[in-house]
């Protein structure tokens, strides 16, 4: 809503009381500020027959004190997203699919293997979020716009997640060159800024008790390239077709999206350490879809 992306939005729910709820709250915060005029209302299955978008946040999540793995949640989401995109199927085959839901590699990789649904249009956050996250701790240290950082974070949503240094700069600036330009006397530390971007997102758990701004916007940044014919590469997660000579797992790699979806994806250069990395990942996913099973 506050992008107005969308001129009406179904909320589907088990709990019908807290999506009744939460679509009356959404329909009187918008409905003085927007010109658009923004439809909230309680749904169901039915109204995925003409969506364009359909956004996937199904199942639990990780919660405070609970030990910081989002693969413990697999076994449980992947028979919920089994149960949603079965539903989804029966009326739809058209419409972009954005996934949410923990352990997000996991999902995407059930919602786009187990169902005869076009792999382009099923898109996971993957680790857009942690990408946000790494420019913000590098921009803080640099004391710089995060958006004249650039450079991904790569590999599973979650404690595996790997920055993939040697694709990072500021505003064209090399990485290797950024304490010289910035007059920093301290070396930059690579393994306590990834430290920090794994850590952070379990600090947010448990001193507010969940994550939802950070990845609502990533979510809306996907929606928006969908929307608007971007053609934008952004890292998000789908299933690899022998990218980095890997197959069967869902990874975060850069990807171009568009009004098709997922148009192509991109097996940048890494070096040596960053492929080891995303083996490593692919290794954590398929062990954690295997014990799904």
Known sequence: ADFQLATEVALIDLNEDKAWGEAKDSSHATSCIYSTNIKFHLGDYDDCKDANIIVITAG????????????KLAGTNAKIMSSVMSEIVKRTKEAMIIMITNPLDVATYV???????????????????????????LADKYQVDPKNINGYV?????????????TTGC??????????????TEKLDHQAVEDELVQVAYDVINKKGFTNTGIAMAAC????????????ILPCSAVLEGEYGIKDVALSIPRMVC?????????????DEEMEKMHKAAQSVRSALDGAG
């Open 60 to 71: 639990p999540s990780i919660r405070p004190g609970e030990t910081p793995d989002r693969l």
């Open 111 to 137: 919602v786009s293997t187990q169902f005869d649904y076009p792999r382009n249009l099923i898109l996971g956050t993957g680790t857009m979020l942690e990408t946000y996250r790494f420019r913000r701790i």
């Open 154 to 166: 790569l590999g599973e949503h979650g404690n595996s997640a790997f920055v993939a240094w040697s």
């Open 171 to 184: 505003a064209g600036f090399p990485i290797e060159h950024l304490d010289e330009y910035f007059h920093r």
């Open 221 to 232: 940044r996907f929606i928006k390239s969908v929307l608007y014919d971007e053609h934008t």
């Open 259 to 271: 009004a098709d979806g997922i148009m192509r994806s991109f097996e940048i250069h890494l070096n």
